[in-house]
């Protein structure tokens, strides 16, 4: 016999939090947050690799109606940012919708009824009424096809499932792709290993990042007066709108300022192997 809700939130990461807490505002209890992971967080909580944090300044980084004014730098790492999210569930009383390690595997729309079956991997049956998939786009950790992978005899791990009992200190490491992980890994690293070889496909842009300590005073700013912390997330809003004009519209009243732009970027190029 399945458990019956009016919704059903798939995923636990900001998606899944923002979808919960607004239906409680909304006077919407009977949902339930389904997360195959045993804690929530989702992105936030698989990636705890090495120089992990954000790349979007931590004030913009957030939700809107629960701003933090301690944010310890201007892009946070990532236990700071769980620890955020953790903040986000007690403050909301989420904790009686989770269920943990709850892996789905089949859900099946009836349209006489109009109500959705689920499975999940456990044998547990739910129905709602809706579902609201907030599972990510980058869940699932991907592994490239590269020959020979399989037969390798060394220590192998993906970013998103990081063991951080490994030591990576003297050893010659090789890093593959040079995404945004890669960008973070990689200066955290550096100077623990040996050697390390870096593999790309298409070299990256990568712009110099404002990364920095917010000092006290800043801090006792945001708490003593909320609005001005809410001036510099819409700063920081329309900023990164301002440079998505420049890279996706490139008028000819920012092709200067693209310029600059430029100038001040980097190709990072590496050791570059093609598959």
């Not at 923002?18 to 339930?32: D, M, P, R, V, Y």
């Not at 951080?164 to 995404?179: E, H, M, P, S, Y």
């Not at 609005?227 to 819409?234: C, E, I, M, N, V």
């Amino acid at each position: 016999m399945a458990t019956t809700y009016d919704q059903i939130i798939i995923g636990a990461g900001f998606a899944g939090l923002c979808s919960a807490i607004q239906l409680k505002k909304n006077g919407e209890n009977n949902f339930l947050i389904l997360e195959r992971n045993k804690h929530l967080g989702g992105t936030w909580y698989n990636n705890h690799y090495p120089g992990a944090a954000c790349d979007v300044e931590s004030h913009l980084y957030s939700f809107s109606f629960e701003p933090n004014p301690n944010w310890s730098r201007e892009f946070s790492p990532q236990q700071e940012i769980l620890n955020y999210m953790e903040h986000c569930a007690a403050k909301y009383e989420l904790q009686n919708h989770f269920r943990f390690g709850v892996n789905i595997t089949n859900a099946i729309f009836d349209e006489a009824n109009g109500i959705w079956n689920v499975e999940t991997e456990n044998g547990e049956k739910y129905s709602a009424k809706v579902i609201v998939s907030c599972s990510g786009g980058l869940s699932q950790p991907s592994f490239p096809d590269i020959k020979g992978l399989e037969t390798f005899k060394g220590k192998m791990f993906h970013s998103a499932i990081w063991e951080n009992d490994f030591d990576l200190t003297g050893k010659t490491v090789a890093v593959v792709g040079t995404g945004a992980s890669a960008i973070q890994i990689v200066p955290a690293i550096v100077s623990k290993v040996k050697q390390l070889n870096l593999y790309q496909r298409t070299p990256p842009w990568i712009l110099p990042k404002p990364d920095g300590e917010i000092s006290s005073l800043r801090k006792w700013l945001y708490n003593s007066f909320p609005a001005t912390q809410r001036l510099h997330r819409k700063r920081l809003y329309w900023q990164h709108e301002i440079m998505a004009l420049g890279f996706i519209k490139n008028p000819g009243i920012l092709e200067s300022w693209n310029s600059e732009i430029l100038q001040q970027a980097i190709v990072a190029v590496f050791k570059t192997k093609y598959y």
